[in-house]
C-alpha cells in the first residue's frame, strides 16, 4: 500500500530552483530561491523568489518566522522588503494565535470531565 502512495510523487521539473542563503548574523536571513532549468542550468525566464527569515523569542521557546518578500527582483530590494515581510509575519503569527485561543475558550465544557473518576477516589 505505501508502494501505491509513493507511486504518484514526482517533482515538476518545470519549477526547479536552487536555493541561496543570505544573513548579516544579528537580525536574521534572506533565502533566495533561484529558478534554474532541470539540467540545472539558470532559468532567465523566471523570477527568484525571496524570503525573509527570522525568529522570535516566547515564553515557550522560539518560533521561527518567514514571509515571501513581494516584488523584489534584486537582493537590494530583498534587504529593503525584510522589515515588511518580518512584520508581516509577526502579525500573521499573532492572528493565528489569537485564533488558536479563541477556540480554545469556546470549547465545550463538560461536567465532571477534569474530576477524577469515584472508583479511584475509593482507593
Aim: glycine share 6%.
Amino acid at each position: 500500500m505505501a508502494d501505491e502512495a509513493g507511486k504518484d510523487i514526482q517533482m515538476d521539473a518545470t519549477h526547479v530552483y536552487r536555493e541561496e542563503t543570505y544573513t548579516d548574523l544579528k537580525t536574521g536571513s534572506l533565502r533566495k530561491m533561484v529558478p534554474v532549468t532541470a539540467e540545472g542550468e539558470l532559468d532567465p525566464t523566471r523570477d527568484p523568489i525571496y524570503t525573509a527569515v527570522a525568529q522570535v523569542m516566547t515564553p515557550g521557546g522560539v518560533l521561527p518566522l518567514s514571509s515571501e518578500i513581494p516584488g523584489a527582483k534584486t537582493m537590494a530590494e530583498a534587504m529593503a522588503g525584510f522589515p515588511a515581510a518580518i512584520k508581516k509575519a509577526l502579525a500573521d503569527l499573532r492572528t493565528e494565535m489569537e485564533t488558536m485561543q479563541r477556540e480554545r475558550a469556546s470549547q465545550i465544557v463538560v461536567p465532571g470531565r477534569n474530576e477524577t473518576p469515584p472508583d479511584l477516589l475509593a482507593r
